[in-house]
Each structure stands twice: as structure tokens, then as C-alpha cells.
């Protein structure tokens, strides 16, 4: 067996391939199906194509989006610098919905209200401010 990727549905393509942007992802590759009427855009981390989420788009909408979507679970990424992701994250208008308090893991949620899950590379970060502090926001 072999892990080939993960979908999830998007409602607007161009916001959610900024947000995972925004992750670090990179586009890998691309299907647009005319009788399907719908798109297939993979990202990954750079050097990671082996590693896509595949963002489906269905061209004629999908009105069961957003829904909580905490039955799907979540997507994981580990990152060089937690403070330093969440804080860019944050700038572009992320809500950091459980912010990473220990120096080791956060929550946001992608435009679609996918629960995307942050771990810091390596040991701990030590605590500092202002992600102590900060309570957590809605679900993650």
C-alpha cells in the first residue's frame, strides 16, 4: 500500500489555494474535467510532491460548504518555526483557532473550514508571548 493524498472540497478555489499558499504548499499539479465540470489542484511542500492535498472544485458550486467538517479530522504540517508561521499566518488574516501556547502545536482553519493542524519541527519551542496568553478561538 501507498498514501497518494488527501481531498477536500473547496468552495472558492483561488482563496483556498492562497491559504495553503500561505502553508507553504505549492501547486504540483492540475486536472480540469469539462464533462465533470470540476478541478483538481494538488499542493504540497516544496521537494514533497509525493505529499498533495488535492483541493476539489466542482464549477457549479457546492452548497454543503462550509460545514464544520469535524468529521473529516484534520491535516498536519510540520513547520521550521511555529511562532514565526502562526505570526505570518495571523498577518494575513488567519485566525489562529488554538494558538501554540506550548511552543509545539496550533490550529487554524483553511477557508473552507478544513482543521489544519501545526507541529513545531523538532523539540519545543520555549513559551513566550503574546501565543501564552491567547485563548483559543471557536473549533479546531
Known amino acids: 500500500m501507498r498514501y497518494l493524498h488527501t481531498m477536500v472540497r473547496v468552495k472558492d478555489l483561488d482563496e483556498s489555494m492562497a491559504f ?3 502553508l507553504g504548499l505549492e501547486e504540483t499539479r492540475r486536472y480540469d474535467s469539462k464533462e ?3 478541478t483538481l489542484v494538488f499542493m504540497a511542500p516544496p521537494g514533497q510532491p509525493e505529499c498533495p492535498v488535492e483541493l476539489t472544485y466542482n464549477w457549479d458550486g457546492d452548497e454543503g460548504l462550509p460545514s464544520d467538517s469535524r468529521h473529516f479530522g484534520h491535516l498536519a ?3 521550521d518555526d511555529i511562532y ?3 505570526a505570518e499566518l495571523q498577518a494575513a488574516g ?4 488554538r494558538p501554540p501556547r506550548d511552543g509545539r502545536m496550533a490550529f487554524v482553519r483553511s477557508p473552507d473550514n478544513i482543521s489544519i493542524e501545526l507541529l513545531q519541527k523538532g523539540e519545543a519551542q ?6 501564552v496568553s491567547m485563548p483559543s478561538v471557536g473549533h479546531w
Open 126 to 131: 520555549p513559551a513566550r508571548e503574546p501565543w
Open 36 to 38: 465533470g465540470r470540476f
Open 94 to 97: 488567519v485566525t489562529i483557532n
Open 77 to 79: 504540517y510540520e513547520v
Open 84 to 86: 514565526a508561521k502562526c
Open 20 to 22: 495553503y499558499r500561505l
